[in-house]
């Protein structure tokens, strides 16, 4: 037993593998998409999962949004969340939003001529009929400061969901790369 | 103006299709496209 550092040649038993902590589920691309969405992510092998979103272009200055999914039509209501958003060059907000049914979650102002960022999602327990919490972590650029925002929030509907849709707002398109891993439970 | 389309992965199948979006589709993505929609906004 040489866990949990494994060396060449060694066997890997079920009781090791079975306690690596993130397993990832999937892999998603969007090329000049104005939605990415990813069915069938969540399932009930694990409670909760990290999220990792790459932007690598958006074809106009526009929000981010992300919806939890269900049988393939996103959810568009009962987004609570808040944040702390840090500019670089001194910009700063504290981001206590009251509930936006119907809109979007964690908007970042993207900005077309820098697109590349970052956003980091923790959600626990989508794929179970309760109410879904989330953290997150996401840097992007916007058009004058490059915004760095941490926060979280809740999904306040108690339904199960197997999948989530990341956008941009306003007609616009993006492309990206979206990880899905499951925590180990 | 070309149709807006949204790519639609599989998880299970590891596939992915790109198709235009559907009218309740596009009714669902927020037509804000600037700081107006931030969060520091009143809801």
Known sequence: MTYPVFATGDVL?????NAIGLWKVTTATATNQSTLSINNCFTNNFDNYRIIFMLTAVSANVNFYWRLRASGTDSTAGYY???LRVGTLGTSSVNANSPRPGAEVNPSFLSSAIPQGTSTIELSRPNESVNTPFTFVENFNDTTDQQIRSGGGIHLVASAYDGITFGVAGGATMSGIVRVYGWRD | MEPLTGAFH?????????????NEELKSIPQTPGEADDASEPA
Do not use: F, K, Q, Y
């Not at chain 1, 038993?13 to 593998?17: E, I, T, V």
């Not at chain 2, 599989?10 to 559907?22: F, K, N, P, S, Y």
């Open chain 1, 81 to 83: 969340w808040g944040g």
């Open chain 1, 13 to 17: 038993p079920a009781s090791d593998m």
């Open chain 2, 10 to 22: 599989d998880a299970i199948t590891g596939e992915t299709i790109v198709r235009e979006l559907t």
